[in-house]
């Protein structure tokens, strides 16, 4: 039973449009929802969360939104860059501080073409 | 400040075998969780220990277990492998747990034949 789920394997934007990646997930108990990058031969990086209280959190190029109603988040990544190439995985979470309870999606490849 | 090393990086094991797999925390950190990854079911939670003790469990079976040292250490450990074994084993640690806050390994990549 997958409980977060990244539906599109895969996308490839131009560099410099917007790139969404989108996340759906089946659980209401969580609360607490997290982004990571990751390159080849690499661990996953953190790169941007949302606490339930809210429904959009913004960082730099990057804003994840959340609709509670929809059980469903999306990573906005604006503009995009052939850097930002990289499998992304979507998780979440009951409360930040609890390490052991991160539920991952299956993670969207993006690809970012100059 | 050094990353979290994982070690091996690559294992082949053959059905029926043991394995155990070693991660080394960022300096300081005490919490460190272990993940599997594989293609058709994603990165799952295998469990999280802290301060040597047992924190969370996915559900995984029996055959997986880990331990932490004194010093934040932890392995991992998979009796009776499978195939279905293979993957790439994550850990990743942090200070006392925090999500944003946790670091993840380059992983053991480990293919049982």
């Known amino acids: 039973d997958q409980q977060v789920k990244q539906n599109s394997p895969s996308l490839s934007v131009q560099e410099g449009r917007i790139s969404i990646l989108n996340c759906d997930y089946t659980n209401s108990m969580f609360d607490y929802f997290l982004w990571y990058k990751k390159y080849p031969a690499e661990g996953p990086t953190f790169l941007i969360s949302?606490?339930?209280?809210?429904d959009k959190n913004e960082d730099g190029r990057f804003t994840v939104f959340l609709n509670k109603s929809a059980k469903h988040l999306s990573l906005h990544i604006v503009p995009s860059q052939p850097g930002d190439s990289a499998v992304y995985f979507c998780?979440?979470?009951?409360?930040?501080?609890?390490?052991?309870?991160?539920?991952f999606g299956q993670g969207t490849t993006l690809q970012v073409k100059p | 400040k050094a990353g979290v090393t994982q070690t091996p990086r690559y294992l082949i094991k053959t059905r029926g075998q043991q394995v155990t797999l070693s991660c080394s925390p960022i300096s300081g950190h005490r919490s460190v969780s272990w993940y599997q990854q594989t293609p058709g079911q994603g990165l799952q939670f295998l469990f999280e220990?802290?301060?040597?003790?047992?924190?969370n469990k996915g559900n995984f079976p029996g055959r997986f277990s880990g331990r932490q040292f004194s010093n934040s250490r932890s392995e991992m450990n998979v009796s009776t492998l499978e195939l279905g074994d293979s993957a790439l084993y994550l850990c990743?640690?942090?200070?006392?747990?925090?999500?944003?806050?946790?670091?993840f390994g380059p992983g053991t990549r480990l293919l049982v034949l």
């Open positions: 949302i606490s339930s209280i809210k």
């Open positions: 990743a640690s942090s200070f006392l747990g925090g999500l944003e806050t946790q670091y």
């Open positions: 998780a979440a979470s009951h409360g930040s501080g609890n390490t052991g309870k991160l539920i």
């Open positions: 220990y802290f301060s040597e003790t047992q924190r």
